[in-house]
């Protein structure tokens, strides 16, 4: 089991500028879910996919925000024209439907937009 | 809107120094309460699941358990390897918001040797 996967670990932008995160679940898990977790608190929902479909998303997540899962394997998750506001540590879950729905959380991607 | 309290925001044990961390949650309707470890730098690490009031889990010096609104995470006789935030979250039956968890802040643990 080799676990939730993100890549890369560590960006640092300028404002403006665009940014895409990748993101590989546990491979027999349908559901992937992607939150935002700023210095102090806990970690903030953004959006889900179960398999191919997207299936929810934050009301707080911008139009700048966009996010996929082709063919329901790997994610990647979008922001453009970033700001200084984006900064924040980007993480990955996944789970299994059928068993629990426990989500099981990637490393993190962190963010600076400078 | 589910909602979900974490105190004390910080706890600082000395080593064996028995404790509990609190959950204090709102939600329409609730599937399940995890508990989750998170070092400095990492992703959150799954603990527990509860389902129902009155169900109890443990693992290692770590005793969770679950009343009909909160939640408590008994730490037994802790070592310093235990310092760490640990986070609770809910998740709601119904709609889309089946599988969101909602977070609470955290509480920053740490053990002294």
């Known amino acids: 089991d080799t676990g939730v996967s993100q890549n890369p670990r560590h960006k640092i932008t300028k404002r403006g500028q665009n940014v895409t995160f990748r993101c590989d679940p546990i491979?027999?898990?349908?559901?992937l879910y992607w939150y935002r977790q700023t210095l102090g608190q806990g970690p903030e929902f953004l959006t889900y996919?179960?398999?191919?479909?997207?299936?929810?998303k934050s009301r707080l997540l911008s139009d700048r925000f966009s996010a996929e899962r082709p063919k329901g394997s790997f994610s990647t998750l979008e922001i453009q024209r970033t700001e200084q506001g984006d900064s924040a540590m980007y993480l990955c879950?996944?789970?299994?439907?059928?068993?629990?729905?426990?989500?099981?959380f990637g490393p993190g991607t962190r963010l600076t937009v400078l | 809107e589910d909602q979900v309290t974490q105190s004390p925001e910080a706890l600082r044990l000395q080593e064996g120094e028995s404790s509990s961390l609190n959950c204090s949650y709102t939600v329409s309707g609730l599937r399940g309460l995890f508990w989750y470890r998170q070092d400095p730098g990492k992703g959150p690490e799954f603990l527990f699941t509860l389902y129902s009031a009155g169900e109890e889990k443990e693992k290692e010096r770590l005793k969770a358990t679950l009343t009909k609104k909160e939640s408590f995470l008994h730490i037994t006789a802790p070592k310093p390897e235990d310092s760490a935030t640990y986070l609770c979250a809910v998740q709601a039956f119904g709609g889309t918001s089946y599988g969101k968890l909602t977070f609470g802040q955290g509480t920053i643990l740490t053990v002294h040797p």
């Open positions: 996919f179960q398999n191919e479909a997207q299936l929810e």
């Open positions: 491979s027999e898990h349908n559901r």
């Open positions: 879950a996944s789970s299994f439907s059928g068993k629990g729905n426990e989500q099981f």
